[in-house]
């Protein structure tokens, strides 16, 4: 069975940071693309960051300069650095999964892999 589970979110000041963890499990993790996506108040749902082809990482022009992707294949989990957070950084956080690239930017209903989710609060 394929689980995602995330962790590390909480309720930080405008300009704070958070590290966010997606620990899997049920697939060969090391062969796996991987995504953070997050769903918005409102339910706009977006990615915002992914690996490319070569090992480079894709961010969303919201996120560009202040989170950093990173992936630990020994240890199955991907994380996502965030910095000066943004009241509007305020989102469920999920990562996914998907043997395929994340390129063509799948929308969070068609997704074929995702966790739960851990909530992220900025306050201003």
């Known amino acids: 069975e394929v689980k995602l589970v995330e962790s590390g979110g909480g309720s930080v000041q405008a300009g704070g940071s958070l590290r966010l963890s997606c620990t899997a499990s049920g697939f060969t993790f090391a062969d796996s693309n991987m995504a953070w996506y997050r769903q918005l108040p409102g339910n706009q749902c977006e990615l915002i960051s992914t690996f490319r082809s070569g090992g480079s990482a894709y961010y969303a022009d919201s996120v560009q300069g202040r989170f950093v992707l990173s992936r630990d294949n020994d240890e199955n989990t991907v994380y996502l650095q965030m910095a000066s957070l943004k009241p509007e950084d305020t989102a469920v956080y999920f990562c996914?999964?998907?043997?395929?690239?994340?390129?063509?930017?799948?929308?969070?209903?068609?997704?074929?892999?995702r966790g739960q989710g851990t909530q992220v609060t900025v306050s201003s």
């Open positions: 996914a999964a998907d043997p395929a690239s994340f390129a063509w930017r799948p929308p969070c209903d068609e997704l074929r892999a």
